[in-house]
């Protein structure tokens, strides 16, 4: 079992997800600890039922980089017109030092103006826990389409 996360002075700690995986990226399977998701893994174009590690990360980076716009678009009282739109994209690469990744964000803001728009996605990125994470250790693109 995991331990109790604490957080470092003057922090708070807001979540822990908890996830147990067994059987690898392969043919694995992951649950959460509260029954709310349950994932199959199989390889990146094998056909077999199954999702893998790289559009796990995706997903997850969209969904918070979309929250992250939220926040920033409230504090500077840009009204969305609707859903931003983001689309992600994580490239597994194999070369000299072994696996790596690559990351893209192409992110859509109908009806907002395109300079305020481009302060909203590079602020957004700023303060996303998953750009912050990512952007230390690989190579990520932001980009305003």
Known sequence: MSQAATAPQGEKLVYTGRAHTQGGRDHGIA???????EVKF???????????????LAAGWSACFEGALDIVARKRRVTLASDPTIDAEVDLNHG????????RL????????????????????????????LSKSIDVTVSLV
């Open 31 to 37: 649950r959460s600890d509260d029954g709310q998701l």
């Open 42 to 56: 199989s390889p990146p174009g094998s056909g077999r039922p199954g999702t893998n590690p790289e559009q796990m």
């Open 96 to 103: 000299g030092d072994g696996f790596f990744l690559r990351a």
């Open 106 to 133: 192409n992110v859509s803001l109908p009806g907002v103006e395109r300079d305020v728009a481009q302060a909203l996605v590079e602020e957004a990125h700023q303060i996303c826990p998953y750009s912050k994470a």
